[in-house]
Nanobody, 113 residues
Framework: QVQLVESGGGLVQAGESLRLSCTIS????????MAWYRQDPGKKRDMLAL???????NYADSVKDRFTISRDNIKNTAYLQMNNLKPEDTAVYYC???????WGQGTQVTVSS
C-alpha cells in the first residue's frame, strides 16, 4: 500500500519562501519518478515539477525560475523549494509517485499580497 504525506505549507507573504516535503511509504520511492502538483478549488490539478530516479528535474514554465524539486533517496522524501512566492501560487500542493494511483492529503500554501 502506497501512502504519501505532504508537509511544509503555510501562510506567507509575497516574496517569501517555503519548502515542502513529501514522504512516501510502500517501498517504491527508490524506483519512482516523483512529482509535485497543485490545485486551486474548482480547477484541475496541475503538475509543477518532476524529478527522475537519477535526479533529473523538469519544471512547468510557470515555476521553473522560482521552484526547485529535489529528492533524498535515503529518507524516501521529495522536496519542493519555493522562492519568491506570489499570491497566484496559493493552492493545495500534492506530491505523487508517477505511475502510482495514490495521493496524499496535500498541504495548503497561502500567499498574501
Amino acid at each position: 500500500q502506497v501512502q504519501l504525506v505532504e508537509s511544509g505549507g503555510g501562510l506567507v507573504q509575497a516574496g517569501e519562501s517555503l519548502r515542502l516535503s513529501c514522504t512516501i511509504s510502500g517501498n517504491i520511492f527508490g524506483r519512482s519518478t516523483m512529482a509535485w502538483y497543485r490545485q486551486d478549488p474548482g480547477k484541475k490539478r496541475d503538475m509543477l515539477a518532476l524529478i527522475t530516479i537519477g535526479g533529473t528535474p523538469n519544471y512547468a514554465d510557470s515555476v521553473k525560475d522560482r521552484f526547485t524539486i529535489s529528492r533524498d533517496n535515503i529518507k524516501n522524501t521529495a522536496y519542493l523549494q519555493m522562492n519568491n512566492l506570489k499570491p497566484e501560487d496559493t493552492a493545495v500542493y500534492y506530491c505523487a509517485a508517477v505511475g502510482w494511483p495514490a495521493w496524499g492529503q496535500g498541504t495548503q500554501v497561502t500567499v498574501s499580497s
